[in-house]
C-alpha cells in the first residue's frame, strides 16, 4: 500500500480504491510522498485559539477561551485530601492541582453583538489574556461589541475590558455591570478591610468600570437586560454575582458563571468552595440551588471556569452531581 494513498480528499474518500491506484500511480511516477509533505510544515508550538459556537434558539453563542489560571488544592475550600485524590484519578487529573480554564461567552442575538465578561487583558499572566485571538478567530473585532454583560467585577471576567494601556477594549460598547457588585468593590469600608492581597481586585475593579462611565448601566436581578438574556441572582461568590438565562425561543441556556470553579471537585462536592468567594457559606448554598435546579429542569448550562467550550448539563450522582460536557454542535 502506499504512502500517498492517505491523501484523502472528499472524492477520494468516496472512491477509495480509485485513489489507491491513482496514489501508486504519483508515487510511481516521482510525485510527492507524505513523508515529505509533513516534513515541510513546522510544529506550531502553541495553542490554536479557541472560538466554539453553537445555535441556541434564534441566538448564536460562542465559547470564548481567554486562557487558563492554575491553583493549588490550597485554594480549595473544605478540600479534602482523600476525597479530592479520588476525584482526582477518576478525572484523570494530573498532578495535586487543579487547572481552570476562563471562558468568555459571545451572544449574537440576532441585532446585537453581546459579550459575556471580558477575560483578563495582560493582568493575569502568559496564559491568559487570549481573548483578542479567539474573538478574531470568530471573525469578529473589538469595534463590533456592543454591549459587554459582566457577572461579577473579577479580574478574571472583568479586566479584560482594557487594553493593557489602560485604554477601553471595545470602544463602542456600553458596560452593563451587577449593581451590588458595584457598590461592594466601590466601597471603601470593603477596601481598607480587605487582605492586601485582594486590594488590587477593589482597584482594578474601579478602574475598569470608570473607563466606560459615559457609556455604563448597572442593573439588579431578575431583569431583562435586552431581548431574551435575563439576570439572575447568584450572590455569594461576589455580592453581586450574576449568570445569565437566555432564552432563544426553541432554545435556552443557562450562564451559571462561577457556580462552579474546579468542575472535577465541586459537582461531586458542592459544600467546597474557592479562595475567592466573599461568603463561602453563601456560595455553596448558590451552587446547590442552581445544581439542583439545572439537573431538575435539565437546561443546557454554560460555565465560566468548565471545561472549555463549557457548555454541557447536570445530573444528580450519589450525594452530589456529575457534569456531562454537551456533544460538539456539527449544525444548526
Ligand atoms: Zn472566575
Known sequence: MSEASTRLDRRGFLTGASTLA???ALVAAGGLSVSSASASAPLAGQPMAGAIRRKVGSF???ALLDGYLDIGSEQVLGHDEDIA???????FVEGSGYRLPINAFLLNTGDK?????AGTSD???????????????AGVTPEQIDAVLITHMHPDHL??????????????????????DYRFWFDDAALNAAPDAFKPFFLGARKSADAYAANQTLFGSDKELLPGVTSVDLAGHTPGHVGFRVDGGDDGLFIIADAVHVSSLQFAQPDWGIAFDTDPAQAAKTRRKVLDEVSSDGHLVAGSHLPFPGFGH???SGDGYRFAPADWQYSN
Open 314 to 316: 447536570v445530573a444528580r
Open 85 to 91: 485524590a479520588n476525584l482526582r484519578k477518576e478525572a
Open 159 to 180: 479586566f479584560g475590558v482594557l487594553k493593557p494601556d489602560g485604554s477601553k477594549a471595545f470602544e463602542n460598547a456600553e458596560l452593563l455591570l451587577p449593581e451590588t
Open 22 to 24: 491513482a496514489g501508486s
Open 123 to 137: 493582568q493575569m499572566g502568559p496564559t491568559l489574556g487570549k481573548l483578542g485571538g479567539a474573538m478574531a478567530a
Open 60 to 62: 448564536e453563542v460562542t
Open 113 to 117: 453583538l453581546v459579550l459575556v465578561d
